[in-house]
């Protein structure tokens, strides 16, 4: 296979690029398409609407796209004995020990039952511990009182990232402990909530923060010396901003809540992150794992760990399992290509039938589940360069 990308496919990813690019649209992008050892990268834009240009190291907050790291560390830790995927997390993170949970969950916190069993690391790996987003929060005409109740606890698990609220690991899985399952482990996939336990967990596991957890076992292994839970670099950050009926409205700003340390390391959404960062995170996996994880470990990371009893009752929306399902910590595409997306306006998509890795990164706030039209368009244009 040649690992050329084409010069008129090249071309065309610019212009579609370029074509979305805009203070009302995406005032700035970096879009890195690698295959093999050739690597294009495409910087539009700015930073910020009227501000500096985009740079190829340009800090994004990748939100979601923290959930493969969270995953991969997990599975370090598996590999070094310190984690077991199958044994409760009693041990761990007693918290969580002899759960309730709701007969209904958009019922009252008291309507509950005894969980059938304890909660594992696999299950906080695949989402199907009981508790996260549901596609029904978002659609019933009154907030749900465990959705109330997370909000006021401050767990930052039911909607976007929030580090400036969220307390310190003891607190914070405490707070969580204290509320109910919305659904028997083992049950069904919900989105989000299980990333953010597994950041505690391996910190009492390995007996260091999670951060350092972070940089140990991914970070400094991988060179991606510009990942972490903030920046000491703020202006290469750029702006995130939020979409509105009346333009983007700036959400966060360089020197806001990713510019210092924030007491609750967020696995599922915390980090920020460049496009080179998140190549060699990729092709950490494309190569098999080494020097991060062995070949087991990323190959069961990529491949499709839900039951069809699980994807029945889960799922962003009622299609969201139709041709994909979920590794560890990422989406497994029905074609073998694997990936997720942050919702403050990134992708990270790796095929490994073709050698390929497809980033962008963005400061525009999602809309919807489903990555906006640049991100999609970007992709398609990547494969389309393929020779």
């Not at 560390?73 to 995927?85: F, I, N, R, S």
């Not at 041990?91 to 002899?98: G, M, T, V, W």
């Not at 019933?140 to 609220?165: F, K, R, Y």
Request: aromatic share 6%; proline share 7%; net charge negative.
């Amino acid at each position: 296979m040649s690992n050329d990308l084409t010069v008129a496919g090249l071309e065309h990813l610019h212009a579609v690029a370029q074509a979305q690019v805009g203070d009302d649209l995406v005032p700035g992008l970096v879009a890195l398409v690698a295959r093999g050892e050739h690597v294009h990268v495409q910087t539009l834009g700015s930073l910020a609407v009227g501000g500096p240009p985009v740079a190829r190291n340009s800090i994004f907050r990748i939100a979601s796209t923290t959930k493969p790291i969270t995953a991969a560390a997990t599975l370090a830790l598996v590999a070094e004995g310190l984690v077991d995927l199958d044994e409760p997390v009693d041990r761990l993170l007693p918290e969580l020990a002899e759960r309730r949970v709701l007969r209904r969950m958009d019922g009252p916190l008291d309507d509950t039952t005894a969980a059938t069993r304890a909660i594992t690391a696999r299950d906080l790996l695949t989402f199907t511990f009981g508790f996260g987003m549901a596609a029904e929060m978002f659609t019933s005409p009154t907030p749900w009182p465990i959705v109330q109740a997370a909000e006021a606890l401050h767990l930052s698990t039911i909607g976007p990232p929030d580090p400036d609220v969220q307390p310190d690991p003891d607190t914070w899985i405490g707070n969580l402990g204290s509320l109910p399952l919305l659904a028997q482990p083992g049950e069904r996939w919900l989105y989000n909530t299980g990333a953010q336990v597994l950041g505690v967990l391996l910190a009492r596991a390995s007996g260091e923060p999670f951060a350092d957890v972070l940089r140990t076992r991914i970070f400094e292994p991988l060179a991606m010396a510009d990942t972490g839970f903030w920046t000491a670099d703020p202006q290469r950050l750029a702006t995130a901003y939020r979409p509105t009926c009346d333009g983007l409205l700036a959400w966060d700003q360089p020197d806001g809540s990713w510019s210092h340390p924030p007491a609750f390391g967020d696995g599922a959404a915390g980090l920020v992150s460049t496009a080179d960062d998140l190549l060699a995170f990729a092709r950490m996996l494309l190569r098999g794992g080494a020097p991060v994880l062995g070949a087991d470990g990323a190959r069961a990371m990529t491949s499709d760990q839900l039951t069809t009893a699980q994807k029945a009752h889960g799922g962003l929306g009622p299609d969201f399992f139709k041709g994909q399902s979920w590794g560890f910590g990422l989406s497994v595409l029905d074609s073998g290509a694997y990936g997720w997306a942050g919702g403050l306006g990134t992708t990270w998509l790796v095929d490994p039938v073709c050698d390929l890795v497809v980033i962008v990164l963005t400061q525009r706030m999602f809309e919807t589940p489903e990555a906006p039209q640049v991100h999609r368009d970007i992709q398609g244009a990547a494969y389309a360069s393929l020779s």
